[in-house]
């Protein structure tokens, strides 16, 4: 079985790309095939864009994780024209050539983000509520992300659309970025804490993956974040526990906007996710506790110190 996937370097496709290299032959897209092909040996075809691939046909699955980190830096006009095109036009340019397919590929499992929610308060969020149409650019964002991906389904390929939380990894993405402040005992609740925290440790996001891969009844939308999603605060007050730091420094609301500006409104408002449709098609989550997950993640620091 041939898998096609596109930005294999970032934090969900590097843990990915070995599991699926057990089973599958697997070819990347990297703007870095060099750095690729250090990265994950030569079982790995490595091509810098789709415009080198020929007839889709010979793939059974595309896994998309394109799309640059929606939280590295403030929304200027033109990071935001970065954060759609590096979403927008390579989904664009796969469900082309999927359709165009003489034997299109199974299956197309495609990212999106929680973001799509918008605030919804303390109400719990599943693939059901629904949404209305809020004036926020995350949430414009995963529309037209999540409407060229579905443009891609037929009776010959199912699509599954995977609206992501907050990744945690023992390496990279969100907690490596908050870890500085909690390392110096000045961690504490963002804003009033008591916004959503919707989170997924990157080995269920890896897991399922793989469980979408192989289900072949599955398709639609599916929220990828563990089932116990907390309060911010509750968050910060668990991860100042694993790290055994102290736990007292709020952030203001103000000074989040001060710093992030639109892009605060993410941070401070956030939803409580439920994975409702992976958990009714049978995905056993392998981390539910917060807790349980930042100490996998973080297991060397949070160790004490070994003497002899």
């Known amino acids: 079985m041939k898998v096609l996937v596109t930005g294999g370097t970032g934090l969900i496709g590097s843990a990915l790309i070995p599991r699926l290299l057990a089973d599958y032959q697997v070819t990347v897209t990297s703007r870095a095939p060099q750095r690729a092909l250090e990265q994950f040996g030569p079982a790995v075809q490595v091509v810098r864009g789709i415009e080198e691939l020929g007839d889709f046909s010979v793939y059974d699955a595309v896994i998309n994780l394109q799309g640059e980190g929606i939280a590295q830096r403030r929304w200027s006009a033109r990071r935001k024209q970065q954060l759609e095109q590096s979403r927008w036009q ?9 359709r165009l397919a003489a034997n299109p590929p199974q299956v197309f499992i495609s990212g999106s983000a929680i973001g799509y929610y918008g605030a919804q308060g303390a109400t719990p969020v599943t693939e059901q509520t629904e949404v209305r149409q809020p004036d926020d650019f995350a949430h414009r964002l995963c529309v037209e992300w999540e ?3 579905v443009a891609a389904q037929s009776a010959e390929t199912r699509v599954c659309l995977l609206r992501t939380g907050v990744v945690l990894a023992p390496r990279g993405g ?5 870890l500085p ?6 961690g504490g609740p963002i804003g009033s804490g008591t916004q959503g925290f919707s989170w997924i440790h990157v080995d269920d996001m890896v897991e399922v993956i ?7 009844e599955c398709q639609g939308i599916f929220n990828a974040t563990a089932p116990q999603p907390v ?10 526990k694993v790290l055994r730091k102290s736990h007292f420094m709020r952030i203001p609301s103000w000074a989040m906007k001060l710093m992030l500006g639109e892009l605060s409104n993410m941070v401070l408002t956030g939803q409580f996710v439920l994975p409702e449709n992976l958990q ?4 056993q989550f392998k981390f539910e506790s917060l807790e349980a997950a930042l100490r996998d993640c973080l297991l060397p620091v949070s160790s004490p110190a070994q003497t002899d």
Do not use: C, D, N
């Open 90 to 98: 390579v989904t664009r340019e796969l469900t082309e050539r999927i």
């Open 147 to 149: 409407r060229l991906a």
């Open 174 to 178: 969100a907690l490596e970025k908050m």
């Open 181 to 186: 402040p909690y390392l110096l005992g000045l």
């Open 210 to 216: 793989l469980f979408l891969l192989r289900q072949q």
């Open 231 to 240: 309060e911010q605060r509750e968050f910060s007050k668990t991860l100042a």
């Open 280 to 283: 009714k098609a049978g995905y």
